[in-house]
């Protein structure tokens, strides 16, 4: 648990400079986003193009097929002519509270619906007509499905859930691997000005500080065993 320890921290304070960065600059923001807006109310290129909306359109698919996929692999555990799923009852359990604490109720029904944040399509600077908020900073230029943080880059993240309780070198490789992901998602949401770069790098967070807080769920319920 000590390198687990320690990569908390790490996490923590790289969370918090990065937080404190993007309130004291909000417009490092709007610099990054800039570099994909064309002028004209035109982006790089728009999410229904092709190599953005195959992404974009197929990886909510994929996270809606994993979680039914957990769920029926957790009722499955339960039947008694299934030992091999028994066996893996609490690894399914837990990926799939996992999920639905973090990707669907913290980032879509939590932080989506009430951060009020609109997206960089349609404020001003981009000929739109919404005022830019910053991150973490409460705003009223959306109602709902708003910009922080992006529901894509969480979901993407979410791959690190499959070594979140393995040993440290295969911890290590998920974590790297959902960054790696999660980064991927990040441009295929920015270059069509769906999300800032803000909103793409708390989504990981959301994710991660997610997981940590559905062991630590797990742990206090004695499903797993506490942590020394």
């Known amino acids: 648990m000590h390198s687990r320890a320690t990569e908390l921290r790490l996490v923590l304070i790289a969370f918090g400079l990065l937080a404190g960065l993007f309130i004291a600059l909000p417009q490092i923001d709007l610099a990054v986003s800039s570099l994909f807006y064309r002028g004209d109310g035109v982006w790089a290129m728009g999410r229904e193009d092709l190599w953005l909306a195959i992404p974009y359109r197929g990886l909510p698919r994929v996270g809606q097929g994993l979680l039914i996929a957990l769920l029926v692999l957790w009722l499955l555990s339960f039947w008694s002519r299934a030992p091999k799923l028994r066996s893996r ?23 989506k619906e ?15 007509t919404r005022q830019f908020s910053p991150a973490f900073i409460p705003a009223d230029q959306c109602e709902k499905n708003c910009s922080f943080v992006s529901g894509h880059v969480a979901t993407a993240s979410f791959i690190m859930a499959f ?3 393995g040993a440290p070198a295969v911890r290590r490789r998920w974590l790297i691997a959902s960054l790696a992901f999660g980064g991927l998602f990040a441009l295929v949401r920015m270059v069509p000005g769906g999300h800032f ?5 708390f989504a990981w967070f959301a994710t991660y500080f997610s997981l940590w807080f559905t062991e630590w769920l797990f742990r206090r319920l004695g499903w797993l065993p506490k942590s020394n």
């Not at 996992?98 to 913290?106: K, Q, R, S």
């Not at 009430?114 to 739109?128: A, K, M, W």
């Not at 770069?197 to 790098?201: K, V």
């Open 114 to 128: 009430h951060s009020g944040r609109t997206r960089p399509v349609n404020i001003e600077q981009f000929g739109g």
């Open 89 to 111: 009852r609490l690894i399914f359990g837990f990926l799939l509270s996992a999920a639905l604490l973090g990707p669907i109720l913290l980032v879509d029904a939590t932080l």
């Open 163 to 165: 070594g979140w309780l």
């Open 197 to 201: 770069l803000s909103d793409t790098i």
